[in-house]
């Protein structure tokens, strides 16, 4: 049977035919991918009868399938469900039924695929899933089982009804998680004066030991790159002549009033302080931060990172090497490897019984003018495990989980773990926070991971 094959993308969908198609910042390629990080001509998929292989174009800052960078000029044979980056923008190929077809078959899955919930029995040492999912705070047992009784899987305890002064919002309905709508006078208007926000990292090139260090990140408008960079240089006894310099844009246009948290993640490296945040008025914002590194790291180039938040949603990272060492250490500028990441699309998984959180992101979502949050507590509602909602968590560029005592015993948030550990696309996809102190201990399949404190107001 004839299938069509596509990819899906922040862009659109683009239907892929015989033939060549190019991509890249140019206007001359079919797809065409405005960011600066793309190259003029970057990459081609190509079609030869039997299927499509995708090939970088000797771009600069590379093309990656499933998180692996490919060689230039090399093709690469995808499969359906293969997900590939270019830039900041995130690609899904897949195989699929034409649209006549598609209500003879399962509309969610690719030709071919099946998708079925994650088994538990597959993470999970026999006689129940593993330890550290639920239970009282750092006692462990199988997770989804709350202290008192055992819970169906795909089922929580039921929210407690929300009624505002106005309607009666009670859920006669027989859905699991349908979160309640805030008040009408809080909700917020969308896309009103929406604005591009950019962030710049400033540090020393090479960083002394046992002495505090001076880092800037700004928050800001493209209009007012002059006046930070103007800024930036009133610090130049304290960055040296030549600071090093990392950039970012928030993955999506954000109103002005939203929080804005800026965190810097070193191990081994003290900040103080910890995080900052403030609310994104004026045309630019900087913040400063010192930093201290024992002499343990003499010598020694380190990475770390700089999260940024919009309300409790990552929206940007920028990533930063350290040379550890006295002013006169001697480096080599082509060894210089900082990414900067925008997350297009992001995935949030959590427990609806966490209702100040809830409410955050939901308010970060409307900020940020995106109506997933919708998409996944509608999908998240239904009684059966649903496809679509994996399908959600294969074409997120992140997965951000919200950690608590409340996560650790939903089912949702079990499943939704297990998939993406599963379908683990690269170093950071998977990203928990948490903000109640002190944080439950994580289950072992998630030990691994770095979580990211997040101080909710």
């Known amino acids: 049977m004839e299938v069509e094959a596509v990819l899906t993308s922040s862009l659109g969908r683009t239907v892929l035919g015989n033939g060549i198609l190019t991509i890249g910042r140019a206007a001359d390629n079919e797809l065409v991918v405005r960011d600066p990080a793309v190259s003029s001509h970057h990459a081609e998929i190509r079609s030869d009868g039997q299927g499509y292989t995708i090939v970088d174009l000797g771009s600069t800052n590379g093309t990656y399938v499933n998180g692996q960078r490919l060689a230039k000029n090399t093709p690469r044979l995808l499969h359906s469900g293969d997900t590939f980056r270019i830039g900041d923008f995130t690609f899904t190929f897949e195989e699929e039924y034409p649209t006549s077809l598609r209500d003879k078959t399962n509309a969610t899955s690719a030709v071919g695929e099946t998708i079925e919930p994650p088994n538990p029995a597959h993470f999970s040492p026999p006689g129940g899933p593993a330890q550290g999912w639920t239970g009282a705070a750092g006692q462990g047992g199988a997770f989804g089982r709350g202290a008192d009784a055992p819970v169906p899987v795909g089922k929580e305890p039921p929210p407690v009804p929300y009624k505002d002064p106005i309607v009666d919002n009670t859920d006669s309905a027989p859905h699991r998680n349908v979160s309640p709508s805030l008040p009408p006078q809080q909700v917020q208007p969308m896309n009103l004066a929406q604005e591009h926000l950019q962030f710049t990292a ?31 240089y009133k610090f130049k006894d304290q960055l040296g002549p030549d600071p090093f310099k990392a950039d970012a844009w928030a993955s999506h246009p954000l109103t002005r009033g939203t929080q804005i948290t800026i965190v810097p993640i070193f191990q081994g490296v003290t900040f103080n302080p910890e995080r900052i945040a403030f609310a994104w008025v004026k045309d630019w914002h900087r913040a400063i931060f010192s930093f201290n590194a024992d002499k343990r790291w003499a010598g020694v180039v380190g990475s770390g ?26 480096y080599n500028h082509n060894q210089e490897e900082v990414s900067a990441f925008r997350y297009r699309k992001i995935f949030t998984s959590y427990s609806h019984i966490d209702m100040p959180i809830v409410f955050a992101i939901r308010k970060a979502y409307e900020a940020i003018g995106d109506d997933s949050f919708l998409d996944i507590e509608n999908l998240r509602s239904g009684q059966n495990w649903n496809a679509a909602l994996l399908r959600m968590i294969d074409n997120s560029d992140i997965f951000q989980l919200f950690w608590s005592d409340n996560s650790a015993q939903s089912q949702y948030v079990y499943q939704e773990c297990q998939y993406a550990l599963q379908h683990y696309k690269y170093d950071g996809f998977i990203r928990p926070v948490y903000w109640k102190r002190p944080m439950r201990p994580p289950p072992v399949e998630l030990s691994h991971l770095h979580f990211a404190y997040y101080e909710l107001s």
């Open 305 to 330: 990172e700089i999260i940024v938040f919009a309300g409790p949603l990552i929206i940007a990272s920028l990533k930063i090497s350290l040379r550890f060492g006295e002013l006169s250490f001697q």
């Open 202 to 232: 400033f540090h020393p090139r090479a960083v002394p030991v046992e002495t505090w260090n001076t880092l800037l990140v700004y928050a800001y408008i493209e209009s007012a790159l002059q006046a930070i960079r103007a800024d930036a």
